[in-house]
C-alpha cells in the first residue's frame, strides 16, 4: 500500500488523514448501510478531493448556484459517495442522515449524483463519458460568458471547471469526441483528473486497456501531468498549481490510485468497485486506517471542524467577488442587466415580433430551409441562443449569418462547429446548459441523433433547455439511401420521457416550432425536412399557431361530425389535405389533423383531446416512419400507414409510390373504416 504523505500547507499531517479518512469511512458505511453502491473508487480518490475542495476548488456551500463558482464534475459517477461525504462535510445542505439514505426513495443521495436532487451536484452522470462531454460544455459556457460580458478592468466571470474521470469515462468514445475538441478550443480553465487505478469491473485494465492516455491527450493539445502516489497530497496539489497556470490548453492530471484503498483485502481488487465491503473488513479497514471509531458514519469532530472552514472560505470568496460583481455593475449597468436575465432563463421582450410569416410567394420551401429563416430573423433577440452542426451547417442551415464563429480565437460568437462529434455535441450542450446563461441548439441529420441519443437522454432527464435542429427527416430525402433515411428514430426519440418533439408541416408551423421551441422550458427536436415542401394556404385552412397544443383540426368536412379522422406530422400532412378534400369531394366528411408535436398534445386538457379527435370515430394516421408512436393515437380500430423497413435509394416520389405513402391509400384505408 503506497504510503501517506503530508502537506506543508496543512493543518498536520494527522488531520489532513482523519479528514481524508472520514470521507473513506462515510464511502465504506453508506454502502454497506444501502448494501449497494461503489465504495472502491470513492476511497481511493479521497485525497484528491480533499487537496481539491480544500485549497483550489472556489465555492460556497451556502450557496451552490453562486455564478462564478468553480464548477466540479464527478464524470465518474458511480463513485457517487466521494462526492457526497464531500459536500456534507463541506457544509451543503446535506446531512449526515442524507449520507444514511443513500440510494433510498426520494433521498437527496441517489445512487449516481442527479443534477436538481443534491445541492451542489452540477450535472447527472453515472453513463461514462458523458461527464467529461458536459465539463467542456461547462468550460465553452464559461468561456463564452466571460468573452461577451467581462469588461476592461471587470472580469466577473472568470472560474475553472474539474472533472474526475475513470477508466471507463476514458474509453468510451464521447471522452475522446469532447476532449477533442476542448484540446482545439484551447480552454484552458479545464483541468481533468484521470483515476489510473487499473481496475474495472472485470478485472485489470490489461484485459481491455493499453492506451498511453498521456500520449494521447497530448495528441490531442492538452497539457498532461502524472502523478504517481494519490495519497501524495502535494504532489496533487503541485499538479493543480501547474494546471491552473496553463491557460492556453486544457490540463490532465493523470493520477495513479488504488481502488479500495485502506482494505486490507480488497484494496486494488475489482471487488471494491460496486460491492460493499462487508461488516467485517470495514472493520478491518477502520483499523488499518487508524480511524477512531468503528461507529458507522463517525466522523471525528475536529475533522468536521476543518472541513466546515471550507464554509466561511467560501463565503468569503463568493463576498469578494459579490464585491467585484457590485462595481461591473455600477459601471455597465446594462451588460449587468443582461447577464442577468440571461442567467434567469427569461426571453427579451418583442422577440417573438421578430419571427417572419410565410406566404404563397415564399413558404414553397423545406421546412429545413424555413427553420433557417426564422432562425436568422430571431437571432438578434435571442442571443444566448448559440449552436451548430456536426459538419452539416450548410445541409441543415443552422449558421446565424453575419454572426462570428465560435472558436479558440473568439468565444463572443454564436455559430459552433462541432465537427463530426454528434455524441459529443450534445453533451457538450448539456455542459453548456447547466452552466448557464445559454439556449444550445445542435444540428445534424435526424438518423445522426442515434449518435446523439445517451446524452439526449440525459437533457431529458435534467429537463435542459436544448434544442436539437434534425433535417433530413425521413426517406424524404431520397438517394443517400436507407443509411441515411431514419425510419425507427421518430418513435424512438418520443420514447424518451420529458422530449418534445416536433414535426412541423410546412413554413408556417416551422415558425411556430421555433416559437415553441424557445418557449418551452426543457430539450425540443426540431424534425425538419430536406425536400420541398407544400405551403399550407391560412386563408383556408386553419392557422399554425395551432402548433403550440400539439395537434389541431386544419380542415373540416361540413356537415357535423368527421366519419374520419386523418392525421399525420411533417411532410405527410401534404398527403392528408389532399386525401381530405378528395373523400369530401365522393361524400364522405373527413378530418384532417396537423399533430406536428405528440407531446403537446397529451399534454392537452382531455376536452381539447377530443375536440380534436372526437372519441368513437375512427382514425388513420400517416407519417413515413415506423408506426410505433401512433398507436396511441389511432387506437386499436384505426389505421397506421408507416414502414416497418428500412428505406432505399431512388428519388423520394418513387420511395412514397413504392411503400404505399400515397393519397391512394390514405383515401382507401379512410373508406373503410368511415362510418
Ligand atoms: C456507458 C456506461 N457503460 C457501462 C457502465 C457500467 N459501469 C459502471 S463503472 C464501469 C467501469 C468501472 O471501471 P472504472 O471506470 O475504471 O471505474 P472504477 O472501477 O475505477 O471505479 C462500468 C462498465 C456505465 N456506468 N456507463
Known amino acids: ?33 444501502a448494501d449497494s453502491g461503489h465504495p472502491g473508487t470513492p476511497m481511493a480518490l479521497a485525497p484528491l478531493a480533499y487537496v481539491l475542495f480544500t485549497r483550489h476548488l472556489r465555492y460556497n456551500p ?30 451543503y445542505e446535506l446531512t449526515l442522515d442524507d449520507l444514511k439514505q443513500f440510494r433510498q426513495w426520494e433521498s437527496k443521495t441517489p445512487g449516481h ?34 468573452a461577451t460580458f467581462n ?44 483515476d489510473d487505478n487499473h481496475i474495472t469491473i472485470e478485472g485489470d485494465t490489461n484485459l481491455t486497456f493499453n492506451d498511453d492516455t498521456a500520449r494521447r491527450f497530448e495528441g490531442y493539445h492538452w497539457h498532461v501531468q502524472h502523478v504517481e502516489d494519490a495519497n501524495d497530497l502535494d504532489a496533487i496539489d503541485a499538479a493543480i498549481v501547474v494546471a491552473k497556470g496553463v491557460r492556453d490548453k486544457p490540463s490532465l492530471i493523470i493520477v495513479r490510485s488504488h481502488i479500495g484503498y485502506g482494505s486490507p483485502h480488497k484494496h486494488d481488487t475489482a471487488e471494491a468497485h460496486g460491492s460493499p465491503l462487508g461488516a467485517e473488513e470495514i472493520k478491518l479497514t477502520k483499523e488499518a486506517l487508524g480511524y477512531p471509531s468503528q461507529e458507522a458514519f463517525y466522523v471525528a469532530p475536529e475533522a468536521l471542524a476543518h472541513w466546515r472552514k471550507m464554509s466561511d ?70 442571443p444566448e441562443l448559440i449552436g451548430g452542426s456536426a459538419d452539416l451547417a450548410s445541409s441543415t442551415n443552422t449558421i446565424v449569418k453575419g454572426a462570428p464563429s465560435i472558436g479558440p480565437e473568439d468565444y463572443t460568437g454564436r455559430n459552433f462547429h462541432f465537427g463530426i462529434r454528434e455524441h ?29 441519443r445517451p446524452a439526449v437522454r440525459l437533457a431529458c432527464l435534467m429537463n435542459r433547455h436544448v434544442i436539437y435542429v434534425y433535417t433530413h427527416d425521413s426517406i424524404g430525402l431520397g438517394e443517400d439511401g436507407p443509411t441515411h433515411q431514419p425510419i425507427e428514430q421518430l418513435s424512438t426519440l418520443r420514447a424518451i420521457p420529458g422530449i418534445t418533439l416536433i414535426r412541423p408541416a410546412d413554413a408556417s408551423e416551422t415558425a411556430e416550432a421555433w416559437r415553441a421551441a424557445l418557449k418551452h422550458n426543457g430539450p425540443v427536436a426540431l424534425v425538419l425536412t430536406r425536400q420541398k415542401l407544400g405551403f399550407i394556404d391560412r386563408q383556408k385552412y386553419a392557422p399554425a399557431a395551432g402548433l403550440a397544443k ?7 368536412a361540413p356537415g357535423g361530425t368527421p366519419q374520419v379522422v386523418l392525421m399525420s406530422s411533417g411532410s405527410e400532412v401534404g398527403l392528408i389535405i389532399d386525401a381530405q378534400r378528395k373523400l369530401e369531394a365522393a361524400g364522405i366528411r373527413a378530418r384532417a389533423v396537423s399533430m406536428p408535436s405528440h407531446e403537446l398534445f397529451a399534454a392537452q386538457s382531455e376536452e381539447y383531446r377530443d ?38 435509394s431512388a428519388p423520394y416520389q418513387e420511395l412514397y409510390q413504392h411503400f404505399g405513402l400515397t393519397v391512394e391509400k390514405l383515401i382507401e384505408a379512410a373508406k373503410r373504416l368511415a362510418s
Open 1 to 33: 500500500m503506497p504510503s501517506d504523505s503530508s502537506s506543508s500547507s496543512s493543518p498536520s499531517p494527522s488531520l489532513d488523514q482523519l479528514c481524508i479518512n472520514a470521507v473513506r469511512v462515510l464511502a465504506m458505511d453508506a454502502v454497506q448501510k
Open 62 to 91: 451556502a450557496n451552490p448556484h453562486w455564478t462564478n463558482r468553480d464548477r466540479f464534475v464527478l464524470s465518474a459517477g458511480h463513485a457517487s459517495m466521494l462526492l457526497y461525504s464531500v459536500l456534507y462535510l463541506t457544509g
Open 113 to 146: 449524483p442527479e443534477f436538481g436532487d443534491t445541492p451542489g451536484v452540477e450535472t447527472t452522470t453515472g453513463p461514462l463519458g458523458q461527464g467529461v462531454g458536459n465539463s467542456v460544455g461547462m468550460a465553452i459556457g464559461e468561456a463564452h460568458l466571460g
Open 151 to 194: 469588461r476592461e478592468g471587470h472580469t466577473i466571470i472568470d472560474h475553472d471547471t474539474y472533472f474526475i474521470a475513470s477508466d471507463g469515462d476514458i474509453m468510451e468514445g464521447i471522452s475522446h469526441e469532447a476532449s477533442s475538441y476542448a484540446g482545439h478550443m484551447r480552454l484552458g480553465k479545464l483541468i481533468g483528473f484521470y
Open 313 to 382: 472560505r467560501g463565503a468569503q470568496l463568493e463576498a469578494e467577488w459579490k464585491k467585484q460583481y457590485d462595481a461591473y455593475k455600477a459601471a455597465h449597468p446594462a451588460d449587468a442587466a443582461e447577464l442577468e436575465r440571461r442567467l434567469r432563463g427569461e426571453l427579451l421582450d418583442g422577440w417573438e415580433d421578430l419571427i417572419p410569416s410565410f406566404t404563397a410567394e415564399n413558404g414553397n420551401i423545406a421546412s429545413r430551409a424555413a427553420s433557417g429563416i426564422v432562425l436568422n430573423a430571431i437571432a438578434p433577440k435571442v
Open 424 to 452: 459529443g455535441m450534445s453533451a457538450i450542450m448539456n455542459g453548456m446548459s447547466v452552466h448557464g446563461g445559454v439556449i444550445p441548439y445542435g444540428a445534424t441529420f435526424l438518423i445522426f441523433s442515434d449518435y446523439m
Open 550 to 556: 400539439g395537434a389541431y383540426v386544419l380542415a373540416d
Open 611 to 648: 375536440s380534436v379527435l372526437p372519441v368513437g370515430v375512427k382514425r388513420v394516421a400517416i407519417e413515413a416512419a415506423h408506426p410505433m408512436s401512433w398507436y396511441r393515437w389511432v387506437g386499436n380500430d384505426g389505421v397506421i400507414l408507416g414502414l416497418e423497413r428500412f428505406g432505399a
